[in-house]
């Protein structure tokens, strides 16, 4: 059982809108800013499209973006690409741990 | 650009030691962070520690008592060392460099991965 907790699955079609939650406590996504998101495709390494709640990388889409509200992050991308399908982690800092969430595998209908 | 690259054998027998090696390219080591993560289908993705020039290794609670994490910048690599493994400890391992917030107090995110080597734990 993950430390962080997100849906193990959600789906849209492509040019909708999903959110991906991540709920922590008020020791971890309560507390820091230090929340990111990494998405996986298979049998790739995961990538960091948002840092620190709502921060993109260079050259991450701006159809990613982020959000905090209590202990519970967000994920929302916009406009739904067949591309966007792969796996989505949170992680945040927790004082002496590094927390990731569980996962959750976005299906482009 | 900075390169990752996992090495170390796929099959470790259960009770011996596990022995990982990442080689870093395209930066300079001792000015960064640099972390062991490993992947499990049933645990998802999990923080091992991670290691600087700076200070002293951070591990993970729940696995200090079996881990060694070590860095030699002379060969621009680090290494991890996972002691009396079972096989709840099979899983692709990565590595990842950590980058540190603006204050340089916390660890942030991880900005860069290697592509990740699968390890078996079996007799």
């Known amino acids: 059982q993950s430390a962080l907790t997100q849906p193990p699955s959600v789906s849209g079609s492509p040019g909708q809108s999903i959110t991906i939650s991540c709920t922590g406590t008020?020791?971890?996504?309560?507390?820091?800013?230090?929340v990111s998101w990494y998405q996986q495709h298979p049998g790739k390494a995961p990538k960091v499209i948002i840092f620190?709640?709502?921060e993109r990388p260079s050259g991450v889409s701006n159809r990613f973006s982020g959000s905090k509200s209590g202990n519970t992050a967000s994920l929302t991308i916009s406009g739904l690409q067949a591309e966007d399908e792969a796996d989505y982690y949170c992680?945040?800092?927790?004082?002496?741990?590094?927390?990731f969430g569980g996962g959750t595998k976005l299906t482009v209908l | 650009q900075v390169q990752l690259q996992e090495s170390g054998p796929g099959l470790v027998r259960p009770s011996e030691t596990l022995s990982l090696t990442c080689t870093v390219s395209?930066?300079?080591?001792?000015?960064?962070?640099w972390s062991w993560i490993r992947q499990t289908p049933g645990k998802g993705l999990e923080w091992i520690g991670h290691?600087?020039?700076?200070?002293?290794?951070k591990y993970s609670p729940s696995l200090e008592s079996r881990i060694t994490i070590s860095l030699d910048t002379s060969k621009n690599q680090f290494s991890l060392k996972l002691r009396s493994v079972t096989a709840a400890d099979s899983a692709v391992y990565f590595c990842?460099?950590?980058?540190?917030?603006?204050?340089?107090?916390?660890?942030?995110?991880?900005?860069?991965w290697g592509q990740g080597t699968l390890v078996t734990v079996s007799s």
């Open positions: 395209g930066t300079f080591m001792s000015t960064h962070y």
């Open positions: 992680y945040s800092f927790a004082g002496r741990r590094m927390l």
């Open positions: 290691i600087s020039n700076s200070e002293s290794p």
């Open positions: 620190d709640v709502s």
């Open positions: 990842a460099r950590l980058h540190y917030d603006s204050t340089g107090r916390f660890p942030d995110y991880f900005d860069s």
């Open positions: 008020r020791n971890d996504v309560g507390t820091y800013i230090l």
